[in-house]
């Protein structure tokens, strides 16, 4: 079967006869004990998709048309590989104090090079702040800043390669700063 890497753009193509309409993609990971995961959607005749983590010796993608699913076809087993992150933490429902001393980590698989590390305020909308650039270990001791937030995640992204990233699962809280008289 064929290899794909983690951040390439695949085309997912497919031919109709005598039916027309969209059609969905999906892929199964752990095919076929996984679940189908949607990709999306496309009434052309192909699909472009950019691979994402986690790797798998055992992928299968499915095509399926919208209005009938029981028009639909499954490639052969496929690879996907290459580099990825997952971020630790915080990875979601955490609070943060201001001021203090939290470590950001993440675990690397088939990378190496240096990541940035960046902070989102305001997920999903907001944007993307750098914390650091070129770190070469899987974690950084973050000072917590003052902003406070209920919305933020963080991202561990290549250094050379943009596509290459995760951010956190869910969203992390920064406590705002007070002062309480007990």
């Known amino acids: ?10 085309t997912i193509d497919w031919n109709m006869l005598g039916i027309s309409g969209t059609v969905q993609a999906y892929i199964d990971r752990n095919y076929p004990s ?6 999306g959607l496309s009434a052309v005749g192909s699909f472009y998709w950019t691979v994402s983590a986690p790797s798998t010796s055992n992928a299968r993608i499915k095509v399926q048309l919208s209005s009938n699913p029981a028009y639909a076809d499954t490639s052969g087993t496929l690879t996907i590989d290459g580099p990825w992150f997952e971020v630790v933490q915080p990875n ?8 203090s001393t939290y470590i950001v980590r993440w675990n690397a698989y088939s990378f190496s090079g240096t990541v940035d590390v960046q902070l989102n305020r305001s997920y999903s909308g907001g944007a993307w702040v750098t914390l650091a650039t070129d770190v070469g270990a899987d974690s950084l001791v973050w000072i917590v800043d003052q902003n406070g937030t209920t919305s933020a995640r963080i991202r561990v992204v290549s250094s050379t390669e943009s596509s290459v ?4 699962d869910g969203n992390f809280t920064v406590l705002t700063p007070s002062l309480i008289m007990l």
């Open 34 to 39: 996984g679940n189908w995961e949607y990709l």
């Open 1 to 10: 079967g064929e290899t794909w890497t983690i951040g390439s753009i695949q």
């Open 92 to 99: 979601g429902a955490e609070s943060l104090t201001p001021g």
């Open 165 to 168: 990233y995760d951010d956190s």
